[in-house]
Nanobody
Framework: QVQLVESGGGLVQAGASLRLSCAASGRTFNRYAIGWFRQVSGKEREFVAAISWSGRDTRYADSVKGRFTISRDNAKNTVNLQMNSLKPEDTAVYYC?????????????????WGQGTQVTVSS
């Protein structure tokens, strides 16, 4: 079992940066792939980025490639999402999720454990 807590959200202007963190509990954290997803009210949750259990394999949505970077520190049980050059369309609640396969899937269904989310608001 893995419990996840997101932090680092906030209100920023377009072009600014934020770093989201996903803190995990559980001794087997380093076996899980971690994904970041986001959701706007009234819309479906969408994939943002994911990282494999080892950190060697990463995936990004086309909309964030070149602007967002996902990384992990298994010694600290954390995964970070560095978000640069933020745009108003990045405004959403951001969730981290854990997938026990260790593979960074883009789909929602492999991710069994989810955090409560953190709000990111980008003003124009």
């Amino acid at each position: 079992q893995v419990q996840l807590v997101e932090s680092g959200g906030g209100l920023v202007q377009a072009g600014a940066s934020l770093r989201l963190s996903c803190a995990a509990s559980g001794r087997t954290f380093n076996r899980y792939a971690i994904g970041w997803f986001r959701q706007v009210s009234g819309k479906e949750r969408e994939f943002v980025a994911a990282i494999s259990w080892s950190g060697r394999d990463t995936r990004y949505a086309d909309s964030v490639k070149g602007r967002f970077t996902i990384s992990r520190d298994n010694a600290k049980n954390t995964v970070n999402l560095q978000m640069n050059s933020l745009k108003p369309e990045d405004t959403a609640v951001y969730y981290c999720a854990a997938d026990s396969s260790g593979v960074p899937h883009l789909e929602l269904y492999p991710y069994r454990f989810w955090g409560q989310g953190t709000q990111v608001t980008v003003s124009s």
